[in-house]
Nanobody, 128 residues
Framework: QVQLVESGGGLVQPGGSLRLSCAASGGTFSRYTMAWFRQGPGKEREFVAAVSRSGGTTRYADSVKGRFTMSRDGAKNTVYLEMNSLDPEDTAAYYC?????????????????????WGQGTQVTVSS
């Protein structure tokens, strides 16, 4: 199955921007619905965004809608999360995830249990 490696995290000031990347290898990228989740200190892992296998459909958590944009590049086997207007509440470890389930094809899955492949995570800290 595919393996996932995230990058792009770091320290950013409130109102700033970051772009996270997730590179996939070892599998057929186009067979996977991709998603980003995050987990803040003392919090449960929560859904951030998902993109369909084709890249034509994206879904976002209400908390990031209008600020974050997820996309995928089939030629590079990579998904991205463009994050703007960052707030200290966005501080978390961000995880890339992949689902091979047909039920998740149109980016309709938002539960961690619906994703069967995970990256190691990348830390995003929003602080002045």
């Amino acid at each position: 199955q595919v393996q996932l490696v995230e990058s792009g995290g770091g320290l950013v000031q409130p109102g700033g921007s970051l772009r996270l990347s997730c590179a996939a290898s070892g599998g057929t990228f186009s067979r996977y619905t991709m998603a980003w989740f995050r987990q803040g200190p003392g919090k449960e892992r929560e859904f951030v965004a998902a993109v369909s296998r084709s890249g034509g459909t994206t879904r976002y958590a209400d908390s990031v809608k209008g600020r974050f944009t997820m996309s995928r590049d089939g030629a590079k086997n990579t998904v991205y999360l463009e994050m703007n207007s960052l707030d200290p509440e966005d501080t978390a470890a961000y995880y890339c995830a992949a689902s091979s389930s047909f039920r998740c094809t149109n980016a309709g899955c938002s539960m961690p249990s619906e994703y069967n492949v995970w990256g190691q995570g990348t830390q995003v800290t929003v602080s002045s």
